[in-house]
């Protein structure tokens, strides 16, 4: 046990030396291996970033219910009460009066208001549902059909849904990507080992003649890629938090434009952890390809 | 020790380099494998560090079957062996210690236990005040030391050696023949295979001759160990 620990120790070295040994291919290598594996992650955060933004964006995930012109105050209190017992998340009551007052703030509607002969607005209800799903938002909208003196029934979601197919592909397309840069990483790496294999054909000859296995050849060249694949999902990681605080608070400025409380959320340690996991898996596949293949060709 | 019953060595090209070769070598002897250039010296070499596998017929080092050895088993089995090469097969980006420690890396030795171990074996070869040249300072014979030395740190039981005079001079040799003589006197089991008819008188050592791939006349010469 000690022997093997200590085999595993001196391979980790070797590839440790062997990454020291050429401070600028690594370095190259490092910013191939952190832009593939920071590009789809990148993209997959702006995404969430957006997803965030519609679900916490004011008027976006609401639902108006305009009562009858008929409809008394005692109608809006039963409303009331059945929005209580169905508790959608939160609502409020907009009185007929109120919502004249707030369209009499609109340049140019005053005057037109003025020439009324009565208030022509109805009594409504603005609910803001606690689930948003743009599924759920729509059943609640077909409930609230079905209540008394409801005339209409408002949902302003819908690009909200369709902000959540355009995310869904999306998502795909980066999924498809992220599938495309692996596949890029594990090449990079098998060419890599190739070469440094090609370099120390005659080293590995030796080692096997004075009685090296073929797992103490191919541990120094897998623990290479797999510190490389490391390093990279960790370069990857400073790429995509030095973007992210460049832009959070242009984009933080942009959204409170539009009225909506939003804040730019960036890496968290989860996703770092799991970009230099799926890094050091990567590298560490793309040498076992590289040294299987290379061994057994040197026969 | 080591049994070869009717080993063959058909190449694909159809050259037929060991032709029905059959001998015994018993622990603690010292054997020289002789022959022309081309008479199968180093094929016979090749098959006993299990480099290369019989075509046909038996080889057996301490009861295993070399031939019928899976691949996996084979780094095992050469680790008990001292195998020195007509071309060193040394590396030279690598000081002479660590040439030398290369053996007990992959024999998972600690690092402390490797280094005084190298060290002995740098010191029976007489180079330890040489441990961290480079090998391009070094001259042929002292090479050749160095690879006695790489082959002997394991503490083989037998050392198998493949033209180990070839483009020595004439003291370099004698200093490496020396050497030889020295592990045969401790019971290492030697096996050289060479053409060079200087060293058979001084050794008295025991002959397999070789021609064109058939083994000629064994057991003359039969010398064991002092």
Known sequence: MKAFLAQHRMALDDAKQKLLASPLSAVLSLIMIGTALALPVAGLLVLDNLRSLAGG????????????????????????????????????????????????????????????????????????????????????????????????????????????????????????????????????????????????????EVARLVGATNAFIRRPFQYFGLLQGFLGGLFASLLIFSGSWLLSEPLDDLVALYGAVWNFHGLNFQTIAGMAAIGAFLGWFGAFLSVTVHLKKMG | MITARALFKRYPQGIEALKDVSFEIGAGEMVFITGHSGAGKTTLFRLLAAIERPTSGSLLINGKNIGALSASAIPYLRRKFGLIFQDQKLLFDRNALDNVLLPLKIAGLSVQEALRRARAALDKVGLLDREKASLLTLSGGEQQRLAIARAVVNRPTILLADEPTTNLDQDSAAEILGIFRAFHQVGVTLIIATHDPRWIARLSPRILRLDRGSLQDSAECFNPRP
């Open chain 1, 57 to 204: 964006t004011p008027q976006v995930q609401q639902i108006s219910l305009f009562m009858t012109a008929s409809a008394d105050s005692e109608a809006a209190g039963e409303i009331e009460a059945r929005l209580r017992a169905a508790r959608p998340g939160n609502w409020r009551f907009v009185s007929r009066d109120e919502a004249l007052e707030r369209l009499k703030l609109v340049e140019g509607v005053s005057e037109i208001l003025e020439s009324l002969p009565k208030n022509p607005l109805p009594d409504a209800f603005v609910v803001e549902p606690a689930d948003i799903r743009p599924e759920a938002v729509e059943n609640l909208a077909q409930v609230f059909s079905s209540w008394p003196n409801i005339a209409h029934v408002q949902l302003d979601s819908d690009w909200v849904r369709r902000l959540d197919v355009f995310l869904r592909i999306g998502k795909l397309a980066l999924f498809m990507l992220a599938g495309l840069f692996g596949g890029a990483l594990v090449i990079i790496t098998f060419n890599t080992i190739r070469l440094q294999i090609l370099a120390q054909a005659s080293e590995i």
